[in-house]
């Protein structure tokens, strides 16, 4: 690639029609055409974090090679593209998840961030002693710590919606929870331990009839179906790069203007202000105010470029695809007999949850390593949910798009590996 030149700041994306095969965008993700243990790559850990296609890391390529620079800063030629360009991500994601405004998008450092940025910056000014934080039974440990540690420094009490053995939240009591001290409502979209879809618009309706914001973790559901923040009607909206095909470090922070607006900012330093001077400080307008320092510009670009990437290919055919390979792994899974699913919802994203009786989850991950098959084993960051099934751990194998009919009977072949090793 020669930079000699003017570069635009426009994406190079390959044209590529949208309605391409499996296969062929399978094809796109380099990491997926190599071998481990001399077996090829089925890789079934997407909810721990997703592979990236050729056009994102081209977009990268590209960036770090033509374009880096400080953003928001210099006159100069560099910093101008890049700033072009990373304000170019910021109304990509905006519009991948129908934000009103791409001010109202904050980049992050990625959903755990946008978490403890809303601890921070609604809590300290909205959370007082004796409130209420209302959280699910089905959360990852980011959508609880945070609120843990603000319950504990304001005096604050944390409640819990449960849900049934399906992995489903009980709404039946969800009116009366919401009492006057209930100051936020915080509920993932999907579940990564089991995979639920949660009534993410109910949630939101029933709490606005008290006047009760809701933060919604979207962390397993940006990159799995179309995503509408304004449809959904959350107040924070968060979710991660690394799992839609995007670079670490990098996430997103949706609120609605309001909220951002009234909020503190999380973290002080460089363009979160307008003036500093010894008798105090202005703020910056948002999103600024809550982007303090040298912000992650390729990781933006890079998820800007991985929105387009998504997007091209249509978040409904995806959501699609993924809905037909659960089916099939569901099924083949059952036929095999001995494996005990968790998370049986009647909406669920592309997430199984196993155990095999008899075999620990890491022992079934690790055999299915032997035979090139990733998926992961543990307590996903949810031991409130293992505690509630009554288990310490599963074994997962989470799906993306890119995976096909090989890799599910890949899953199940090793499988039966490991029921003939322990002999169950
Ligand atoms: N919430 C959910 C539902 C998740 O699945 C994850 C990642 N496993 C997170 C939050 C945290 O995301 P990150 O580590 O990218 O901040």
Redesign the pocket.
């Known amino acids: 690639m020669r930079h000699d030149m003017e570069l635009p700041t426009s994406e190079k994306r390959p044209v590529r029609s949208s309605d391409r095969s499996w296969e062929e965008i399978r094809k796109e993700f380099p990491i997926l055409q190599q071998t481990i243990r001399e077996h090829p790559l089925a890789y079934l850990d997407n909810?721990?974090s997703s592979q990236m296609p050729q056009d994102v890391i081209d977009r990268l390529v590209w960036y770090h090679s033509g374009e880096h620079s400080n953003v928001h800063r210099g006159v100069h030629t560099l910093s101008q593209r890049a700033t072009n360009a990373y304000d170019q991500a910021r109304e990509k994601v905006a519009s991948f998840i129908n934000a009103p405004s791409s001010k109202e998008c904050i980049f992050t450092?990625?959903?755990?961030?946008g978490i403890n940025l809303v601890a921070h910056g609604y809590g300290r000014p909205f959370v007082d002693e004796g409130d209420t934080i209302v959280v699910s039974a089905l959360e990852?440990h980011?959508?609880i710590v945070p609120w843990q540690i603000l319950c504990e420094e304001k005096g604050a009490n944390l409640e819990v919606i449960p849900m049934n053995d399906a992995g489903e939240l009980i709404l039946d009591d969800f009116d009366e929870m919401l009492d006057s001290s209930v100051k936020l409502v915080c509920v993932?979209h999907?579940?990564?331990a089991l995979g639920t879809i949660n009534p993410i618009k109910e949630i939101t309706d029933r709490a606005h009839k008290k006047e009760i914001p809701v933060l919604v973790?979207g962390?397993?559901a940006v990159p799995h179906m179309p995503v509408n923040v304004q449809a959904l009607g959350a107040d924070f909206y968060v979710f991660?790069g690394?799992?839609m095909c995007g670079p670490t470090g990098i996430?997103v922070l949706w609120a609605k203007r309001r909220w951002l607006e009234e909020m503190q900012p999380f973290q002080g330093g460089g363009d979160m202000i307008l003036s500093v001077t010894w008798e105090g400080t202005t703020y910056n307008d948002i999103p600024f105010k809550f982007e303090a320092g040298t912000p992650s510009i390729a990781a933006a670009i890079g998820l800007g470029a991985a929105a387009d990437y998504l997007d091209h290919i249509g978040m409904s055919r995806i959501a699609e695809r993924e809905a037909e390979l659960l089916t099939r792994t569901t099924e083949r899974l059952k036929a095999l007999g001995g494996i005990r699913c968790f998370g049986t919802a009647s909406e669920k994203a592309g997430v199984v949850s196993f155990d095999i009786d008899g075999v620990h989850p890491h022992d079934i991950g690790t055999i299915l390593d032997n035979e090139g098959v990733a998926i992961r084993a543990g307590h996903?960051?949810a031991q409130p949910v293992m505690d509630r099934l009554g288990i310490p751990a599963t074994a997962r194998a989470s799906l993306a798009f890119y995976n096909n009919e090989a890799d599910i009977d890949r899953l199940v072949a090793g499988l039966y590996s490991v029921k003939e090793i322990f002999g169950v």
Not at 109 to 113: K, L
Request: charged letters at 15%.
């Open positions: 909810a721990a450092s990625g959903t755990t961030e990852h980011s959508n993932n999907v579940s990564n973790d962390a397993q991660s690394h799992k996430g996903h960051c």
